[in-house]
């Protein structure tokens, strides 16, 4: 069975770091490009970052550039997203997605929902002091 699970998410002061992890399950995550999306309460789903697995390209939403990093351990089967520098308003369930085919441009348009085939179950990342 092909699975996607993320884990790493929790609550956190502003200003704070989390790092999530998104692990293939019953595939080699690393043939494959990865997304990162977050839903806070009444909006829409949010295309976060993305990276590309033909040559690591990634892409960042203005909302997390600068803060937030997207990495591969081919390893380990993981897509990590490293959150640093917090802020209330990065509340959400974040969730990681992977497709055989999309490529991730720097330039954009970034992690589109209808193109990922697996997702994972998400994970509540809260920002609050």
């Known amino acids: 069975q092909l699975q996607l699970v993320e884990s790493g998410g929790g609550l956190v002061q502003p200003g704070g770091s989390l790092r999530l992890s998104c692990t293939g399950s019953?595939?080699?995550?690393?043939?494959?490009?990865v997304g990162w999306f977050r839903q806070a309460p009444g909006k829409e789903r949010e295309g976060v970052s993305c990276?590309?697995?033909?040559?690591?390209?990634?892409y960042y939403a203005d909302s997390v550039k600068g803060r937030f990093t997207i990495s591969r351990d081919n390893a380990k089967n993981t897509v990590y997203l490293q959150m640093n520098s917090l802020k209330p308003e990065d509340t959400a369930v974040y969730y990681c997605a992977s497709d055989r085919y999309y490529y991730c441009s720097e330039y954009g348009p970034g992690p589109l929902t209808e193109v990922y085939d697996f997702w994972g179950q998400g994970t509540q990342v809260t920002v609050s002091s």
């Open positions: 019953g595939f080699t995550l690393n043939y494959y490009g």
């Open positions: 990276i590309s697995s033909s040559d690591g390209s990634t």
